[in-house]
């Protein structure tokens, strides 16, 4: 870990544990009038048929019948969104595995569609869905398509419990390969930093994804919050967070001959320009189904993550928000707005003075203060801010930061679940989520 790391870490943590806070008024819960333009509607879908060790986002182990009850109230919730006034222009679906269940996503995707001016549909999956009973009626319907590999290395895939169920490395290459040109964009989900992870097996990692045939790839620093930490450390190993600035070093320089940053951790077949995580090219979404998160007129709003709840409050016709945040202050805004636009390469300045009626440089002056003193920016204009590799690595810091809180409410949100639903939903409560989980999210904030 770079020694200037720790003190910017610490700040972060303590500016976002004072921004994402979260109340249990009622009146919080009440989502706001819909924006007047289309905005991005993220999908999530929890189920799983493996579990994974690595991941903190809200997952099911995957039983037939309750995903297709879901998937109906999935649909009915667009609906409550349709009747108050929300359009999408983009869709992102991700979880857990949206492709456990073909038909019923399709059901979904084309009542979206049918409902909204949808531009662009993305989707994840894991490397066993790439059949084609699955893939060829998606075809037409989605235009990014991510899969979640993490890594090649059978050794890693072992200890991950993916070998047997997702197929050796050599396997999963195959398919993609297969996949050349099949979508508009084919996005290889990747994971770095594993604890057993050497540089070797990182190169040759990189390699993989080289020869795959992607159009794009997104590398995920491993990121473990305290629900999946026990289970982390049993399985893969405790991470090792004072050599992930060197590995993500060596994956920048060992793309950067195939590939063009997108985003601090997605990069673009060269000339590609392609992106698919939404909350770049969206500031404002909306999260439907259970355990998703939503950013509206700067509040963050988080569906209940009891499926018993989600189905009985749409079922009433109510959204199933379980909590929201009441800060709302401009400054947390202004820090969502820096971090986003930062983490997607480039800060418009003199936009950012429009929307918040002051300069970045008053507003932030901490933060610009940070990257200024070590290098982060390339170009520091009037009109905008871009990165260096440095800055790039200190965006990926502030991204896995947040990451950390929002994996710390959905821990909370877990707990305060009844122990029966615990225990039907993730069995003792301690195991993490099928590697569709991308990311999002997020790389979510989502779900």
Not at 8 to 20: N, P, T, V, W
Not at 226 to 233: N, T
Not at 375 to 380: I, L
Request: aromatic share 12%; with cysteine; proline share 4%.
């Amino acid at each position: 870990m770079p020694w200037f790391e720790r003190p910017f870490l610490a700040i972060l943590r303590h500016e976002y544990s004072r921004a994402m806070r979260f109340t249990e008024d009622e009146a919080a819960e009440v989502m706001p009038a819909a924006p007047a333009a289309p905005c991005q509607l993220y999908v999530h879908v929890p189920f799983c048929e493996v579990l994974c060790p690595f991941c903190s986002f809200h997952r099911v182990r995957y039983n037939p019948s309750k995903t297709g009850r879901y998937f109906e109230a999935l649909r009915r919730e667009i609906r409550l969104y349709h009747e108050q006034g929300f359009r999408f222009s983009d869709v992102y679906i991700g979880g857990g595995t949206p492709t456990v269940d073909a038909d019923e996503l399709i059901a979904t995707l084309d009542l979206v569609r049918q409902l909204s001016p949808v531009r662009a549909v993305s989707i994840e999956t894991n490397p066993n869905h790439l059949i084609p009973e699955i893939l060829e009626p998606l075809k037409d319907r989605v235009q990014r398509m991510s899969v979640g590999v993490q890594s090649f290395d059978d050794e890693l895939l072992k200890q991950m419990d993916r070998y047997d169920k997702y197929g050796s490395g050599a396997e999963i290459l195959e398919r993609l390969q297969s996949l050349e040109g099949f979508f508009h964009s084919l996005n290889v989900d990747m994971i770095f930093n594993f604890p057993s992870q050497t540089e070797e097996v990182l190169r040759r990692d990189i390699e993989m994804v080289k020869a795959s045939r992607c159009n794009q790839t997104t590398f995920y620093p491993l990121m473990a919050s305290r629900s999946v930490a026990a289970q982390l450390k049993r399985t893969v190993g405790m991470v090792d967070y004072d050599r992930e600035a060197r590995y993500y070093e060596v994956l920048s320089k060992e793309l950067s001959d195939t590939f063009e940053f997108s985003t601090a951790w997605t990069f673009s077949r060269t000339g590609g320009g392609m992106i698919d995580e939404y909350i770049v090219d969206y500031e404002e979404y909306v999260g439907i189904g259970s355990g998703a998160f939503s950013y509206l007129r700067g509040d963050i709003y988080l569906t209940t993550f009891s499926l018993r709840d989600y189905n009985a409050a749409i079922v009433e016709g109510r959204m199933p928000v379980a909590v929201g945040s009441a800060t709302n202050r401009p400054i947390d805004r202004m820090r969502y707005r820096f971090l986003m636009s930062l983490f997607g390469l480039r800060l418009d300045k003199q936009q950012f003075k429009r929307d918040f009626g002051v300069s970045v440089e008053r507003g932030l002056w901490k933060e610009m203060l940070f990257f200024r003193t070590f290098g982060g920016f390339a170009s520091d204009t009037e009109d905008e801010l871009t990165l260096t590799t440095t800055g790039r690595y200190l965006a990926v810091v502030m991204q896995r930061t947040m990451f950390a809180h929002l994996n710390s409410l959905r821990d909370a949100a877990r707990n305060a679940l009844s122990s029966d639903e615990r225990t039907l939903l993730f069995g003792d409560g301690s195991g993490a989520c099928a590697a569709g989980c991308d990311d999002q999210g997020q790389g979510r904030t989502d779900g």
